[in-house]
C-alpha cells in the first residue's frame, strides 16, 4: 500500500492550491483521510480529515479556507486551499487509515511542499 501525494508549490498570498492524494495498492477499505503539516521550525499539526461517511473536522486556523474531500471510487483526497497566508508555509503530508490483506494500519505520503509567499 502506498499513498502519492501531489500538487504542493508557490502561491501567492491570498492565492489557492489543491493538494491530492491518491492511495494504492491491495486496498480492501480506506477510513479516516486527513492531512496534517509542518512548518520549518514547528512541530507537525493535524490540518484536516475526513471519515468514509464525509464527516470533516478542521484545525482552527484553516476552517473558512480549506476543504478536505475524498472521491471513494478512486481512492484519493484532496485538500482545497484558498485564501492562503504566508503562515500556510509547510510541508503538507497526506494520510489514511487503511485496511488491505496485511491488517489495519496508518499510512502517510510522501509529503508536498506548500510556499506562499510575495
Known amino acids: 500500500v502506498q499513498l502519492q501525494a501531489s500538487g504542493g508549490g508557490l502561491v501567492h498570498p491570498g492565492g489557492s492550491l489543491r493538494l491530492s492524494c491518491a492511495a494504492s495498492?491491495?486496498?480492501?477499505?480506506?477510513?479516516?483521510m486527513g492531512w496534517h503539516r509542518q512548518a520549518p521550525g514547528k512541530q507537525r499539526e493535524l490540518v484536516a480529515t475526513?471519515?468514509?461517511?464525509?464527516?470533516?473536522d478542521y484545525a482552527d486556523s484553516v476552517k473558512g479556507r480549506f476543504t478536505i474531500s475524498r472521491d471513494n471510487a478512486k481512492k484519493t483526497e484532496y485538500l482545497q486551499m484558498n485564501n492562503l497566508k504566508p503562515e500556510d508555509t509547510a510541508v503538507y503530508y497526506c494520510?489514511?487509515?487503511?485496511?488491505?490483506?496485511?491488517?489495519?494500519?496508518?499510512?502517510w505520503g510522501q509529503g508536498t511542499l506548500v510556499t506562499v509567499s510575495s
Open positions: 494520510y489514511a487509515s487503511i485496511t488491505s490483506e496485511e491488517g489495519s494500519s496508518i499510512y
Open positions: 495498492g491491495s486496498i480492501a477499505s480506506i477510513n479516516v
Open positions: 475526513i471519515t468514509s461517511g464525509g464527516i470533516t
